[in-house]
């Protein structure tokens, strides 16, 4: 990130803002907070949010009634009326706007309640004209439905344009002024300096003047997550947790891996991982890009799908059992040992990652050596018997230098470390647990009695007992890898304290802007 100082005349001000917001690449910050002379910005604020009070009450009115099913309601809605606006409307038209859309709406209102006054009347006097009446009811109220039908999208539109205002607005109280011209600061992405420089340049006609600086050493700069296309859905999974501070390593690219790869052994089977797969690919392409939390779940699901039809290839497992297949490695269930064996090598690799992490960002590089002296020392002593001089050795010196680094504490230390690695124990455990439940309800559903009702009886048991633990392992299997990660790996390495990178930007939800 670079700082970003800039000296904008008045009458270029608006040109400016409009085109920063449209780039989406610079946050502000409080530039009055530096530079104490300067004066607030006029923001109009106070006339946004009655304006916002007026158009939420005509939003509440005009509602179209309409039944939204859960599954709207878990993927968005199917479609999004959008306007496309060759510019955002001022203040003023956006009230002229509503106060047209109001006129309109209380003319309707009153038709109705003059038409509705009168057929009281002439009910109360029995009126033959009755019928008549009643018709030109329906005939308003077909109107006004209408009406609503047609200015409620568009309504939606200018509530945008408004937060959009609002949101500028918010933006203008973090300049300051002086006389006739107006300082801003704020944030850029690095790659992005030299195009924000051309369009301020450019917005203002030769009327601002502009510097990038690098942050200093104790700023925290927010933070902005570049990984490949392929991994940036774990971004939700790392961001959950928090975001690395400004110096530190983002853990996304390992996650995506190891969270990836655990959940593919502890969820081994080719058809269920298939099936899996298909569903989550399902929900991701149903889904709307609003709910781009739900979209990335999804494909990370879908990875995750992939990869247990991978273990499962390795461990012979299709539907438990339902169908045989040659195991390309060993079976779960005939290698227990082997199978909790390979939970706690993980385990060692996975923290040593974590150590090796934090030895990469220059913190507490002592410590962390000596917990991976003590780690892998601990590993070769139990793994290789031909070697147990050395791997006592090692322990021995990372004991050493950890007794010197933490001293008393360095006895809480080692107990952590390993409670750490038997954690890991639940990644062979929840592998053989759901290997025996499948396998158990294909006993259950081969034990099905013969003939026309086992036929019948046979298929719906399964589908309804494979439902059942597809649904339980999807999510304790998710849980608990994602467990292992935020506990375990995470916990040496990575505070989850950066700020996230939020740049000044227009909204768009309801309006395309050219």
């Not at 439905?145 to 973090?174: D, G, S, T, V």
């Not at 995750?304 to 497992?317: C, P, R, V, W």
Request: net charge neutral; hydrophobic share 50%.
């Amino acid at each position: 990130m670079l700082k970003l100082f800039c000296i904008v005349h008045e009458s270029a001000l608006e040109r400016v803002v409009e085109q920063l917001q449209r780039m989406a690449c610079v946050q502000f910050f409080d530039v009055k907070e530096q530079l104490r002379f300067l004066k607030p910005v006029d923001t109009r604020k106070n006339e946004i949010l009655a304006l916002e009070e007026r158009i939420s009450r005509l939003l509440s009115d005009l509602k179209p009634e309409t039944v939204t099913d859960f599954i709207e309601k878990l993927l968005g809605p199917k479609a999004v009326p959008v306007e496309i606006v060759e510019k955002v409307l001022s203040i003023e038209e956006i009230e002229n706007e509503v106060n047209r859309l109001e006129n309109e709406y209380l003319e309707y209102c009153e038709r109705l309640s003059t038409i509705q006054r009168r057929l009281r009347e002439m009910e109360e006097t029995g009126s033959d004209k009755v019928k008549d009446v009643e018709e030109c009811l329906r005939t308003v109220e077909a109107e006004l439905a209408l009406f609503k039908k047609r200015n409620y999208p568009h309504l939606l539109a200018l509530k945008e344009e408004l937060e959009n205002l609002k949101i500028r607005a918010k933006a203008l109280e973090k300049f300051g002024r002086s006389r006739s011209v107006v300082f801003l600061a704020g944030w850029v992405p690095e790659k992005r300096a030299d195009v924000v420089r051309n369009a301020i340049e450019d917005a203002a006609g030769g009327l601002a003047i502009l510097e990038f600086y690098l942050p200093e050493a104790q700023e925290s700069p927010p933070i902005l997550l570049e990984n490949p296309r392929i991994i940036k859905p774990y971004e939700v999974l790392t961001t959950t947790y928090g975001l690395p501070e400004y110096d530190g390593i983002d853990p996304t690219p390992i996650l995506a891996i190891t969270f990836t790869a655990m959940f593919g052994m502890m969820f081994a089977d080719v058809g269920y991982g298939l099936v899996l797969s298909i569903l989550s690919l399902i929900l991701y392409l149903l889904t709307t890009h609003r709910e781009r939390v739900i979209k990335d779940i999804n494909l990370i699901i879908f990875y995750a799908g992939t990869a247990s039809m991978f273990f499962g290839l390795l461990a012979g497992e299709f539907f438990g059992g339902l169908l045989k297949i040659k195991p390309l490695l060993a079976g779960y269930m005939q290698n227990l040992q082997l199978l909790l064996a390979i939970s706690f090598l993980l385990g060692f690799a996975h923290i040593s990652l974590s150590l090796l992490s934090r030895i990469a960002s220059m913190k507490d590089v002592l410590y962390s050596l000596s917990l991976l002296l003590i780690l892998w020392g601990s590993a070769l002593y139990f793994t290789i018997p031909g070697i147990k001089i050395f791997s006592l050795t090692v322990l021995l010196a990372g004991i050493i230098l950890l007794t010197k680094d933490r001293g008393l504490g360095a006895v809480e230390e080692i107990i952590a470390l390993a409670a750490n690695v038997i954690s890991y124990a639940r990644v062979g455990a929840l592998a053989a647990i759901h290997v025996t439940l499948a396998r158990l309800l294909v006993k259950v559903v081969a034990g099905v009695q013969n003939g026309i009702v086992g036929m019948i009886i046979a298929p719906i048991l399964f589908v309804l007992g494979a439902a059942l633990i597809l649904a339980s392992s999807t999510f304790i299997v998710f849980i608990q890898s994602l467990r292992l990660h935020w506990l375990e790996f995470f916990r040496r390495f990575y505070s989850g304290k950066g700020e996230m990178f939020k740049p000044f930007a227009y909204k768009h939800e309801y309006i395309y802007l050219l």
